[in-house]
């Protein structure tokens, strides 16, 4: 049985799993000069670990209130800090507007051909797509969002879904703007992604 830790390491028994995330590597952890940056490998971007941490930590806030109104769990608005509350109004108009009908929801999969894991952030029919849509949450800048809801879409065709899929990407700004809602549709996301896996498969073996 597949268990996520919380440090978000993915467990399959005695084995680790990689993550999606972990496998794009979209930024890389560095030090200069004593001090940590992240760095924006598709753009060069470097990005001070505080600023970084600090982005983190809005992002993983707004996807559990993502995962609470899609889930319908409900949510105490006066608890949320003034930060969170533009960005709940958004996810909640993206609901109203959408209405999901929540098949998958921050569920951890693997594959077990390709021996790797990731957590979906919604996986759900919607209105105005004859396809069920896979949904990518994005809080701040993402470059590799197609790969890796390219990844997401074959790990719910191994374990759950057969039938054809939408990819889309919701943004949803940390300063409260109105959200973006996206189709992903590059053919070669996978390849890209499966590029990704193979290197890091193959630097895992050379160490």
């Not at 049985?1 to 390491?9: P, T």
Request: proline share 5%; aromatic share 14%; with cysteine.
């Amino acid at each position: 049985m597949l268990k996520l830790d919380e440090n978000h390491v993915y467990h399959l028994g005695t084995e680790i799993l990689p993550g999606t995330t972990q496998i794009l590597g979209e930024y890389i952890r560095t030090e200069l000069y004593g001090e940590v940056w992240w760095v924006h490998t598709p753009t060069g971007a470097a990005i001070a670990d505080h600023i970084m941490q600090r982005a983190a930590e809005i992002g993983t806030a707004i996807h559990k209130i993502a995962f609470y109104v899609f889930t319908g769990a409900g949510i105490d608005i006066k608890s949320l800090s003034p930060t969170l509350l533009a960005p709940y109004e958004q996810i909640f108009k993206f609901v109203q507007q959408y209405k999901p009908q929540v098949i998958l929801c921050e569920v951890p999969l693997h594959s077990q051909k390709y021996r790797y894991a990731g957590t979906l952030d919604l996986f759900a029919k919607l209105k105005g797509f004859r396809k069920p849509v896979l949904v990518d949450i994005k809080t701040g800048m993402s470059h590799l969002v197609g790969p890796q809801t390219a990844s997401y879409e074959h790990l719910v065709h191994e374990n759950k879904y057969r039938g054809n899929i939408e990819r889309t990407l919701l943004r949803i700004p940390k300063d409260g703007s109105e959200y973006t809602f996206t189709p992903l549709r590059r053919r070669d996301d996978w390849n890209y992604f499966y590029y990704r896996l193979q290197n890091y498969n193959w630097l895992q073996k050379a160490a």
